[in-house]
């Protein structure tokens, strides 16, 4: 029998390459989708047609209710969230009540439908929890047992999320992981993302599309990986015998600066400078200045590593974003 996985944030990134990867491993793939007119169901409905999918919002816990009667499911991967740090602070509610409280729902509805002992969990916590303010730990980057010190409504309702999970893994035994991941970029980013603006500029800057782009802060650092590496990381993490908390990063952090450089050097501008202006628009009420994380803990007990680098994935990107521009006509 194949098994069967439900998806909330099936419209995201990571539930676009989860799905991919699920479904090539022989998983029955059910995904979440919102609201009465979703844009992107139309695209998914043809790049994904083995997706089931069912209409259900992170807020309403009868709708997930329904979702686990439909879908029946052996796992369960919670990636449905408000999940852009800045907006986050413009939709402070909003995103308690998505990205923190909506954990709480998944997770009851689990219990309601009576799947707490057969079902394993999967949350997508993140390294915003850490904050990057005590950041002490120079040249070993932060894992499991580092502090939390959330820097932005979004990391403060992720922590809840975080926490709401090991409770429920210790309180009522279910098989529910939390995996730590550090930032994950690649072809299906938002665009909304500094990453993927960045590489879309480019490629509409090569294409004479457009002149220069705006962004805000350029000193912080992170630690960018490939998505399609980190989704393989959470379906490991449900394939153990027992739950656990795992970070999943690449142990090497990078400015946007040198996110730009490459990026520009792959359509032959060496100096970035005359085509990036600073909008304060573009800057946070609080900054998370510095991410690193160490991935130890995966890379024993889950045999998981990142395969792309930080300048394959630039190069991955602009050359993805290259040819969709040449493509459209806006
Ligand atoms: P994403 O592209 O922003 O996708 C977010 C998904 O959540 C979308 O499918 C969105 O649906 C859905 N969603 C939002 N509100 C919802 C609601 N009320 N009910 C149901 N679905 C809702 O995020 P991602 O990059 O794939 O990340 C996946 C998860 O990992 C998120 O929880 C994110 O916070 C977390 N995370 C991401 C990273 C990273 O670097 N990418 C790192 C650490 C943790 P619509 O399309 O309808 O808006
Ligand atoms: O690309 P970002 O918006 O990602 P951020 O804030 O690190 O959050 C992402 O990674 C988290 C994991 O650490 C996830 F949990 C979260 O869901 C999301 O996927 O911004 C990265 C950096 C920030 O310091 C931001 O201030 O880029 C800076 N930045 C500078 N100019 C900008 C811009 N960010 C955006 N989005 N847009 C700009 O124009």
């Known amino acids: 029998m194949a098994k069967r996985a439900l998806i909330t944030g099936i419209t995201g990134q990571d539930g676009h390459h989860l799905a991919d990867l699920l479904h090539d491993k022989g998983y029955e793939v059910y995904g979440i989708i919102r609201g009465q007119y979703n844009p992107k169901r139309t695209l998914l409905e043809r790049e994904q047609p083995f997706i089931k999918l069912i209409e259900a919002d ?5 709708s997930l209710v329904r979702a686990m009667e439909v879908a029946k499911p052996d796992e369960v991967y919670n990636l449905a969230a408000i999940s852009h740090v800045g907006y986050s602070f413009k939709n402070p509610q909003l995103t308690a009540d998505t990205t923190g409280k909506g954990v709480l729902n998944v997770l009851e509805a689990i219990r309601l439908s009576g799947g707490e002992k057969t079902v394993r969990f999967y949350q997508a916590s993140t390294s915003e929890m850490f904050g990057g303010l ?49 930032n994950h970029e690649g072809e299906h980013r938002g665009i909304e993302f500094v990453t993927r603006k960045i590489s879309n500029a480019v490629a509409r800057i090569k294409l004479g599309k457009q002149d220069y782009i705006e962004l805000g802060n350029l000193d912080p650092k992170r630690d960018w990986g490939y998505a399609g590496d ?31 450089d490459l990026a520009f050097k792959e359509i032959g501008v060496d100096d970035w400078k005359p085509y990036v202006k600073q909008n304060p628009a573009f800057m946070r009420p609080a900054e998370v200045d510095i991410l690193l994380g160490n991935p130890t803990k995966a890379e024993k007990v889950l045999g998981w590593k990142r395969k792309v680098d930080f300048p394959g994935l630039v190069k991955l990107m602009v050359t993805n974003d290259l040819k969709l521009e040449a493509q459209s006509k806006d």
């Open 230 to 260: 980190y989704v393989e990381g959470m379906w490991r993490m449900l394939q153990q015998d027992e739950p656990g908390d795992y970070v999943l990063a690449t142990g090497e952090t990078h400015t946007i600066g040198e996110f730009l």
């Open 58 to 62: 992170l807020t309403d816990q009868s």
């Open 134 to 182: 005590d950041y002490n730990r120079p040249g070993e980057g932060y894992d499991e047992n580092s502090l939390f010190h959330p820097r932005s409504p979004y990391g403060v309702a992720k922590l809840y999320g975080h926490w709401i999970t090991k409770n429920y893994r210790e309180s009522y035994g279910m098989h529910a992981s939390c995996g730590i991941l550090f």
